[in-house]
């Protein structure tokens, strides 16, 4: 039959014959797709194992089963009657190529199936290998490039490879991001700086947020509103930045705020109120063993031992000092393992600055900030009862009451 089409035009059997091979083919790929990868997503879902739901999701079978009706065109087309041989060599490098395409894509797409694996697991917070599998990722497509153009063209890998060397400084100059991104990843992980879920801040991004994501090139942060800032994985390296892991790990985070004293309300306490301080149940101690230090003070000093000025007394602010250390250490929420103190810092113009320092024992954000601020309420409601006066810059109504 075919030699007869021939008697009416010569190109006719090998269409007819090229028309038939390019049916069966696919013919085959319906058939595969819609029997073999059915069949291996069904057994997927069903099974309790989860290393086989991300090869179905990253589609690593249906990448494979692309290469059956490739691979039935590279057999068939030889046997096509009338076919020059030129045109069988095509279509059997093109075939070839398309194979050598559709390998790369599944084994690419295993190494993502293999990278969404381990994520799963717990260690991958601590060293993740995303940058890793995408570098691997681009060898693999450099590879596979290379051989479907070696395979189209009929020409040997390592001819292509050759000519590589005279473009050494353009492929420098095109994959230089990449390059440092890579020495980025290593170091990154070597040296454990970013895990995914770590808190970091960087001021020069913007980024003030949980990490969501460390890639090759990039690395995602999830700021406090919702918004995600993009940062090269290499400014990681090149630039500073705050990770507050440590704070995290350690189960508490630092309170560091001072309270401003005027310094013209700061005096000596009479008599009458160290008494009234001993009603205090956080003074009444520190009051006794005071009073004890400073008389056997004042009992030494060998002449005019009468006078004001020659004697130790209590002063209000360090009473005050001292109320506020006890009443930290004896709070229900501050970690009592990690520093604690209440210490004066020098005087400015804004007045005596005195600097709460300690850590509450959680991490957790709305619940440190309703333990500081009621330290704080305490605090600063109490001030009066000392004698001392909060400073404050004159607002309106202050000005307005001026006469």
């Known amino acids: 039959m075919l030699e007869q089409l021939g008697t009416i035009h010569p190109l006719l059997p090998p269409g007819v014959g090229l028309l038939a091979l390019v049916a069966g083919a696919v013919i085959t790929d319906l058939i595969v797709k819609q029997v073999l990868v059915r069949a291996v997503r069904a057994f997927a879902q069903r099974s309790s194992i989860t290393w086989d739901d991300a090869l179905v999701k990253n589609n690593v079978f249906g990448r494979l089963v692309q290469v059956v009706p490739a691979l039935i065109v590279f057999v068939g087309v030889p046997f096509v009657l009338g076919l020059p041989e030129g045109g069988t060599q095509l ?64 020409r040997s890998p390592l001819l292509l490879l050759s000519g590589f060397g005279a473009m050494t400084a353009i492929l420098l100059l095109v994959f230089k991001d990449t390059i440092l991104s890579l020495v980025a990843s290593v170091q990154l992980t070597a040296q454990d700086m970013v895990r995914v879920g770590d808190w970091i801040e960087m001021a020069q991004f913007g980024a003030d947020g949980d990490v969501v994501d460390v890639q090759l090139h990039t690395v995602k942060v999830q700021n406090w509103d919702k918004t995600i800032t993009t940062i090269p994985t290499h400014r990681l390296i090149t630039d500073s930045f705050k990770n507050w892991r440590g704070m995290s790990q350690s189960g508490a985070r ?117 333990i500081q601020s009621n330290i704080f309420d305490h605090l600063l409601a109490i001030v009066p009862e000392f004698g001392l006066c909060l400073y404050q810059k004159p607002a309106g109504s202050d000005l307005a009451n001026l006469k």
Not at 96 to 118: D, E, P, Q, R
Not at 264 to 269: A, G, H
Not at 318 to 340: C, S, V
Request: charged letters at 20%; one cysteine or more; glycine letters at 4%.
């Open 91 to 154: 279509i059997r490098n093109v075939a070839m190529g398309y194979m050598v395409l559709m390998l790369t894509l599944a084994l690419t797409a295993t190494l993502s199936a293999a990278n969404t694996i381990y994520a799963a697991s717990p260690i991958a917070k601590e060293r993740p290998l995303k940058g890793f599998v995408q570098l691997v990722q681009i060898v693999v497509w450099i590879i596979g490039s290379v051989l479907i153009v070696a395979t189209v063209l009929d």
């Open 254 to 370: 630092r309170i560091k705020r001072a309270i401003f004293i005027d310094v013209s309300s700061i005096r000596f306490q009479t008599q009458d109120e160290v008494n009234h301080f001993t009603r205090f149940a956080l003074l009444r101690d520190y009051v006794k063993n005071k009073e004890q230090e400073l008389a056997d003070y004042n009992a030494g000093l060998a002449t005019e031992v009468d006078a004001e000025v020659n004697r130790r007394r209590l002063t209000n602010v360090g009473t005050f000092r001292a109320y506020a250390y006890n009443y930290l250490k004896n709070h229900p929420r501050i970690h009592k393992d990690m520093t604690l103190m209440v210490r004066q810092l020098s005087p400015g113009p804004e007045g005596l600055p005195l600097e709460i320092y300690c850590f509450t024992s959680t991490t957790e954000w709305a619940v440190y900030e309703d």
